[in-house]
């Protein structure tokens, strides 16, 4: 279980990627496999901006991890704004996925929406992934990486969202 915790909480980090918006939410569903296992643990993650504050320009972000058939833990902390990519950002790596080392995928949306997005592969001292970004509250439509501290594999995919007023 602090497995998939401490997964999601990378996930929540690496995600925070948000066109920023008090009530932006994204629900996604979470599948964690052990390196070694062919056992996954699913789950879903949650991420709600709640607020923002002007004079420190930092939003109240919210996340829930839920673990199929246990409990919910509700994690709340401080976001600056400028570590979230806006509107401007997400068309930045849409309108030049090759030169982020992306290419061009394909995504249905929870609606059923077709859009286009960019699989954008990271190397990092940490993971070894791929994240497709399109255009919805915190970038992300879905995530496949690998840790490299102990191998688990983890899958996210865009459950719903809702754009904030």
């Known amino acids: ?82 570590d979230l990519i806006t509107d401007a950002g997400i068309a930045q790596i849409l309108g030049n996925c090759s030169s982020f080392g992306g290419t061009s995928a394909s995504a249905v949306l929870p609606d059923g929406s077709h859009t286009n997005g960019c699989a954008v592969p990271v190397d990092s001292t940490t993971e070894h992934s791929t994240y497709v970004v399109v255009k919805v509250p915190f970038g992300i439509f879905a995530a496949d990486i690998v840790s490299k501290a102990n191998g688990n594999h983890t899958i996210a995919t865009l459950n719903s969202y809702k754009v904030g007023p």
Do not use: C, H, R
């Open 1 to 82: 279980m602090k497995m998939l915790i401490g997964v999601l909480v990378l996930l929540a980090s690496a995600a925070a990627l948000a066109t920023p918006a008090v009530g932006d939410y994204v629900k996604y569903n979470i599948s964690v496999t052990p390196a070694g296992s062919t056992t996954a643990v699913t789950g879903t993650l949650e991420q709600q901006l709640m607020s923002f504050n002007a004079t420190t320009n930092q939003y109240d972000q919210k996340n829930t991890t839920t673990i199929t058939g246990g409990t919910a833990t509700v994690q709340e902390g401080l976001v600056n704004a400028a």
